[in-house]
């Protein structure tokens, strides 16, 4: 396949260490939420490391932050890589920063060696992937594919009231509008984030797509009164409501396997052991690799929604705040990805992801595969998230050879050019 190209393991596992450090928690995971001050720290070390490697950095208007190493045709479209350095509150080490720290180490690779590609190559740390402070998840790469409106990105506030403009400009993380033209293809390396490499023995996932999904936010409003003197049928309590809803949430995704319904986030008010709530915010999520059956679960949660509300005198406001259909992966990146782990002789299988991913987004608008690890246990989105070494390496090598196919090797760069 033309030029080889050898990736470092110890290289990329300090990286991943180093970077790990940046919202570092005494559980031995990560917080470092998307465009805090922290988020800010892990983009300036990934921008410096990136310039070491050759590279020349740029930032669109939603933050997306991407380097490029120019390609012996740079005028060609690049072939880009990327995942995220954001994670959750009680993320782990890997979620996110594994992709960016591995087409870093592609990167790293190809300029220790001299390699010259006919195209450009670019890594791109995206926006927001995780949601857990702005919502929805995979902002940026849903902005950069232009299935999010950039204004209404940059108007999403979190808990405390901050925007995403305020906290792109706190941090100096907002670019100019980026007149580089679309990639010829991406890839996204992740670990899988589920229990089905590790139980097959597997060590790399060939993904073929991601499910689909949707997001829901609510507010129940109900009536505070006395929790010692207000009969309870003459209550307008929100909070029972929400149980209620919660309750439907479970039993609808266990209806229907595989599929995944969750109420992740709630906040009560007023928030006092006396007082009967009068409103609550609800998230809800409801995920299906068949997008007919996700309108279903879509439909019983509604249901079941209207059914608490009437049961307890509530008003609903109901939002869909994501809907993500099912995403194939693209027959050619998912060959190479394959074609790659069976030269390196490690095992593999096909994957459907169950997580969101960057690359979800991306597939919308050009040729798209993933390469999925395994982590230990299948556990993610925990601090107690872990993944071996070597199996992290060999998903970067197959990232590496599925890039270098598309980019296209020419002769290595002499000493004397
Ligand atoms: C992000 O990690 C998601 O799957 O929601
Ligand atoms: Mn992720
Ligand atoms: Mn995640």
């Given at each position: 396949m033309g030029t080889a190209i050898r990736i470092d393991e110890d290289r990329l596992w300090n990286s991943l260490m180093e970077l790990a450090?940046?919202?570092?928690?005494?559980?031995?995971?990560?917080?470092?939420?998307?465009?805090t001050e922290l988020d800010g720290q892990a983009r300036a070390l990934f921008s410096a490391w990136c310039r070491e490697a050759g590279c020349v950095l740029r930032t669109d208007p939603i933050g997306n932050l991407i380097a490029r190493r120019p390609g012996r045709n740079d005028s060609q479209p690049a072939i880009m890589m990327g995942s995220h350095l954001d994670s959750q509150p009680?993320?782990?080490?890997?979620?996110g920063a594994y992709g960016v720290m591995a087409g870093l180490e592609v990167l790293r690779a190809l300029h220790a060696a001299g390699i010259e590609t006919e195209r450009p190559i670019e890594v791109v740390a995206w926006?927001?992937?995780?949601?857990?402070?702005?919502?929805?998840?995979m902002m940026g790469s849903q902005v950069y594919a232009g299935l999010m409106g950039l204004d209404e990105a940059l108007a999403v506030r979190d808990t405390e009231g901050v925007s995403v403009a305020e906290a792109l400009a706190r941090i100096g993380a907002q670019g100019m509008a980026d007149s580089g033209s679309r990639p010829a293809a991406y890839f996204e390396a992740h670990?899988?984030?589920?229990?089905l490499l590790e139980a097959e023995r597997k060590t790399i996932g060939v993904v073929s797509g991601g499910q689909g999904q949707c997001w829901f936010q609510m507010t129940l409003t109900g009536r505070a009164s006395h929790a010692g003197t207000t009969p309870m049928d003459m209550r307008s309590d929100a909070l029972v409501g929400a149980a209620a809803i919660i309750g439907a949430l479970d039993r609808i995704g266990r209806a229907h396997p595989p599929g995944c319904a969750t109420a992740g986030r709630i906040l009560v008010s007023p928030?006092?052991?006396n007082v009967i709530p009068d409103s609550v915010y609800l998230t809800a999520e409801i995920r299906h690799p068949d997008d007919a059956v996700r309108a279903a679960m879509e439909l019983e949660f509604r249901a079941a929604a209207d059914e608490a509300v009437k049961l307890n005198h509530l008003d609903l406001n109901l939002a869909k705040v994501l809907e993500q259909p099912a995403a194939p992966f693209d027959p050619a990146c998912i060959a190479a990805i394959r074609q790659a782990a069976e030269r390196n002789g490690y095992p593999s299988m096909e994957i459907i992801s169950g997580a969101a991913h960057d690359a979800v987004a991306l597939s919308r608008i050009v040729p798209t595969g993933m390469v999925f690890v395994p982590c230990a246990g299948g556990v993610?989105?925990?601090?107690?998230e872990s993944a071996e070494s070597g199996d992290l390496a060999a998903g970067c090598q197959v990232l590496a050879e599925a890039v270098l196919a598309y980019a296209r090797v020419s002769d290595p760069v002499t000493p004397s050019r």
């Open positions: 450090r940046i919202g570092a928690t005494p559980a031995g995971g990560v917080n470092r939420q998307a465009l009680t993320g782990g080490k890997f979620d926006t927001n992937e995780e949601g857990a402070r702005f919502a929805p998840s670990i899988e984030q589920g229990p928030n006092s052991p993610s989105h925990n601090e107690l």
